[in-house]
């Protein structure tokens, strides 16, 4: 049973796109104090990542492809946003704690070159479809560590319940304010499609049953 204060339309967002920034940061231990990167900021994961992460007491970064992207990132709660293609500039805002990331590509290789010495990379997306060249030498005198993340099999061994009660909660203390991007019928599905692959719908798009 949802609050009242939770419709539908949103709730929706939370299983999927909502577990997965949850349940990334969670890769980082206590966000607190600590600094945070998102790739995909603005993105269906990525705004709520910022806002988690924001919400936790990080210092949040979030990287955008426009700079049209940036302002909503902003109101998510990160403290600067970098409109960047390959993640080349994040060395300069970082050393990062914590980097959430799903471009893959060059922009995951520039993410692991801007981590701390014990850093943490969860790389939970390939959005660019290419593949990543990594330098082991960049590694060797430190800890770091890539995380690979995808969430169907995680939900063997977590309570998907308790996660999405915890967001529920989130969003009624008004911690987490998943973006709605676009609301459609269901038969409109192509459109929307083609729409997001056009990179045109910032946060989530919601589909509706007649």
Request: charged share 20%; hydrophobic share 45%; net charge negative.
């Amino acid at each position: 049973m949802l609050p009242d204060d939770v419709t539908t339309n949103v709730a929706s967002t939370l299983p999927i796109a909502g577990l997965t920034a949850l349940w990334s940061l969670a890769e980082g231990g206590m966000l607190a104090g600590q600094r945070v990167l998102i790739t995909g900021a603005s993105g269906g994961v990525g705004h709520m990542a910022v806002q988690l992460a924001a919400a936790s007491g990080a210092h949040v970064v979030g990287a955008v492809r426009r700079e049209s992207q940036q302002e909503p990132v902003i109101q998510d709660g990160a403290s600067t946003v970098i409109v960047t293609e390959e993640l080349a500039e994040a060395s300069a805002h970082g050393p990062f704690d914590l980097i959430l990331e799903s471009v893959g590509g060059a922009v995951l290789a520039n993410a692991l070159n801007a981590l701390t010495r014990e850093g943490v990379c969860v790389s939970f997306g390939n959005s660019s479809k290419t593949a990543t060249v990594l330098e082991p030498e960049a590694y060797m005198l430190g800890r770091t560590r890539m995380v690979g993340f995808f969430l169907l099999p995680l939900f063997e061994h977590r309570s998907v319940s308790q996660g999405v009660d915890r967001l529920i909660r989130l969003v009624t203390a008004g911690d987490l304010r998943p973006r709605i991007g676009a609301q459609a019928p269901w038969d409109q599905i192509g459109e929307v499609a083609e729409r997001f692959m056009r990179r045109e719908i910032s946060g989530k798009a919601v589909l509706i049953l007649d």
